[in-house]
């Protein structure tokens, strides 16, 4: 049985579960206080070419979106997402749960367009009932979409632009940032993400560590008392060093960018054999998730020797499934799924 | 100039304003523990065909929707409404700031459809990682809709019935539910929305009450302390025999019913007389509010001799509006108006 | 059977009524854009000596309070309160509801002294584990307080100089505002609270009105899209004219303080009665509540011939009921529940 | 320098390091539905002698008390709790984030004793204003306490006792579930524990693991859907594998025991060198956690060379510290701290 369901079956990179072993007996403070920490933050602020920038560890992806969301939202404001966004569809009302509507707007392939953007805020403040309404209060985009699409740097420019005017932060929920920023086709780097956005998230989960994202708000003033506001939100690990530890090793050597690379490169041999067998994608993704549309039949035969996620119905006779690459696949099981076609 | 923006202009029916002043001295018990409250409760309840109902009173309509659809739901559930629901549209977000997600479905003149709730509920829990999502917890409709348009009988016996092997509640906001339940065309009484419903208020700030919402839970058991509750959400009026004795003049010989009869009467007559004229309505709407296509040409002049909604841009030349008549629409008012066309 | 439980057990002044009567059939538009509400902004205004102050008018006092604090408040803050504080006590978790945390300290008399709001502060942030805990974000007084006691000039000046130091809003609960105001033993003005308050709110309900608490943000960027928080909140009026009229009549001749002065004069009238008889008080109120200290026989013996509060259990024998007079006592009334001791 | 400040400053057992290691590469399903979850789920019930209930492994204490006590509480409760519970001072009011107020109640060293609470109950109830009030909805012991002391069996029997009489569930908080049921003087056993709770953990941060509590909900019926609600509290791990692990790891042959009992032993030394050197302590802790009375000098030299909590000052001169073992803290380094005094 091959396995391409998801992005995190396995556990971490070794270079981290060699550095856990060394350092697992060491006595280190708790909730971040760590050099590991510390060294992560430096080597953060490098890479995205933000020396001000205020970093923290959180563990998951849903807690931080909430986190992050919350503590930028005001209590009457809500979250502009494409409608397609993970927080709007994916997380258990997480950020409801903060009090927050998500104003899920229509997408296009998974992207909320800067037009779509500017005349929903147009539409908006002309209606004269506008203040019986939630108000945008900040853009959630995710890099790379759910459904494997990337902005380019124009289109997160002109979202940007769009923003300012409106004093609307950009979050960007950046999971899977690493597999977007190591497409082959992409415009955007590290230190683009962070001129365009308020704040983001570089995943670790999907990306190498056992677990953990590094939340960055390049304005420090942002999100006061963010400390606070995890541990509020049950988002502060008592052993924050080992997210520390594991952002410093991703961070040293490029090893977050290489497994990235790898993923990428898994996924477009995948495309491309697909391709060539005459197979359709349902989006057209440079990153490591490939949407398939497959007939009814050839799905059924298919999920007895791999297992990947049902993505949704195509039409009577089709169906959109996804095939996840990651850090860890190996060039052999992506042959052999090639061959399963 | 004739103001037909709202049915909510003007204060009470001269019999409650009568009832006041008599009893305005008298010393009556807070929080709904008066005889004024008590005889109201009786008196819907009779006329619900309800015997065992609970009933309370609260004093809006946005305030009522959030008390009673928290306390209908457990933290992991949503709402599920028709995208034009009041709750999602024109509430600033109340359900949400309750913690709870409105899951908005596609809808048909301002109606939810039953097909279009089957098919929403199949669809869910065909979807394997549905356990990640807000789980619907209830079912909220209007009656009649923001949009004026009014579920048959039919419709809201098939919606029960799919509610029921679903296990959801169905709450019915009923702000104008007299307008509904006296428009001509409409074979749906008030004891069947009692049938029909878990929960529903009869809305009397829009119809002859100087404010005020009677909420009743047709299952007595279904919101325990929902006293406590509505004292938590701000919604417990300290003189509570206010609203009680709204009620109980409302509910005696039918003033609530003649009220509306009035209001469709003469909404009924400017509909009439519009579509002689030519003009076309955005909806077929039997009730108080008529939402009228004008051309921009038509609309610069008619807002300069009359106060309406501005309800939706149709296109470029044209745009709907809404005209609201009450109970305490003057004929003469209604004859003006119809001149300005 | 006399009736001294609480003080709102009438309706309104008849003045109030009087105009009620008379724009009753008016068409004014809603939620607070008539003339009526701006007018007793004006008035409101110019009895504060406060031209700019930001001022809503609210329906009753616990969502009041909820509002004004989940408005003033972050995620991660908490309100300080005397732990006999109203919103600690006896507002269901309104406060808890929108998910902030009453910080409750200890009380003297009902009111939380300045050396105690002092010593909490420097302990706080004198604790290193200060940022695993709800950071302090604003104090909550009542004028009066719960116990019927008064806060002096001195003391408001005191803790306004704590609370400024420590960057701590103040918002004083003045849902009795007036009779704290007329009190024959203060010294403390309107203007004084307006000065002291970054936000208070002057209480309709129980002093003339038939509902309705006037909140005023005496720096009006305090509440940034307040009128959208209270929409949210349910706490929006559709007919907003209906208080802004109230408090434009209160505040017409006086009118709010000449029925709060005949309050304070009958429960003077009260307890010089009662002190004179050999009784005691469970606290030296100046204000409309008096807190007698009864034996258990007399409070059984005095129960079938007057309503009151129990308020607690003071020893096995002893209990300590309330009295309230209100601007609608009768002094025959007040002589007839004196000749029951 | 010696580090004595808290009980989680290591990474987590050899043993658990060793089956990191050996399973990283494996592709394990997420979410808790792996085969190491559920092998952990059978030796925990085993263990507990509770072979139907529902467990749930979650990240960290803080997220786990707030996920617990808002599944269990409906909208209108608050959770019991003594004062120096750890969610009514260390978790930054994450109850109050999730809408409820913690009902803080005197303590007796750390403990909440039967009687305080039996006490309240029946003052609450005999308060006829009591529905104006938060309900209580369930108690939150934690065991041991945060003062290191342990409820004895018959404690918890009479709590037990009172509970079921007024409908109320109890939560144990067991973070250090380990070192208190390993304490020599204690008579409560796990599978005591899980018959007189209805809901607790068993903390592993503090006890072995690099994270994780297994939270044990003895009737299954208690917290449907549990699952989405940890989702939507940004509380469940994507590689749920890593904590269903490591408590097999820890169930195997007794390892969080054994760990537990050699802390208590080294608190115990500690407890016993220091008694014999005429040192006080704060409470009578058996666990692993020894609260010392410091004059203020020795607490000055002292920090130089080890490092420790400050909890709280007690007089002018004096000042009580907590040392902390744990399952990993050298026998060597105790008798070190000791020769310090």
Redesign the interface.
Known sequence: MQ?F??D?????H?QI?KK??E????????YGSDPYCRRAVEKIRLACKTPNAEIYFL?????????VI??LL???Q?VISAETGHVN??????I???????I?LPHTDGKLLPDTLEQYLISFYA???Y?????PGMVYLSYPTENGTLYTKDELCRLHTICRSYHLPIFIDGARLGYGLCAETTDVALHDIAAYADAFYIGG??LGA??GEAVVFTDPSLA??F???I?????????GW?IGMQYDVLFTDELYFKGARHAVHMAMKLKKALTEKGYEFAWDSCTNQQFVILDNEKYQTLKEKVTFS?WEKKDETHIVVRFATSW?TKESDVDTLISFF
Do not use: R
Request: proline share 5%.
């Open positions: 396995h369901e998801c995190y079956l396995e556990g971490c070794p579960l856990l072993a350092i697992n007996m060491e006595k280190n403070p708790g563990t998951g992806g849903t807690q931080t979106n909430a986190a919350s503590a005001k209590t009457y809500g569809v994916h997380e258990a009302g997480a409801e749960a903060c009090g927050h509507k998500v899920a209606d004269e009932t203040p019986h309404m939630v108000q989960t999907k056992l677990f006061p008392c400390f606070t506001h541990k509020q939100h049950g988002a502060l690990l008592a052993k080992l049902v860890a």
